[in-house]
């Protein structure tokens, strides 16, 4: 069974820097895509950061040269490091596990930029 927890959260100022991790349980990180996701009131669910199982990164072009996404297998987790943040970035930021056909979400985790 899959099991994905964010934390991280927060409210941040403007050209501040958060980091968001996301424990796994029920994933293997070798075998399955993961990534993260964010989501403001009114719209879609956007990808922002995935990363593949052999490791490899990439961003979508909102955030790339900001935010980095990386994984600790031994601790089965996945941080989302953000930099430079904006308030267009404020949203809700969910974890997500690829498997197959089928996505995996976690419960979410506010990120509030805002002077």
């Known amino acids: 069974q899959v099991h994905l927890v964010e934390s991280g959260g927060g409210l941040v100022q403007p050209g501040g820097s958060l980091r968001l991790s996301c424990e796994a349980s029920?994933?293997?990180?070798?075998?399955?895509?993961m990534g993260w996701s964010r989501q403001t009131p009114g719209d879609s669910r956007e990808s922002v950061a995935v990363?593949?199982?052999?490791?490899?990164?990439s961003y979508d072009n909102s955030v790339k040269g900001r935010f980095s996404i990386s994984r600790d297998i031994a601790k089965n987790t996945i941080y989302l490091q953000m930099n430079n943040l904006r308030p267009e970035d404020t949203a809700i930021y969910y974890c997500?596990?690829?498997?197959?056909?089928?996505?995996?979400w976690g419960q979410g985790t506010q990120v509030t930029v805002s002077s």
């Open positions: 029920g994933v293997d990180f070798r075998l399955n895509i």
């Open positions: 997500a596990s690829r498997q197959g056909a089928k996505t995996y």
């Open positions: 990363i593949t199982p052999v490791g490899s990164p």
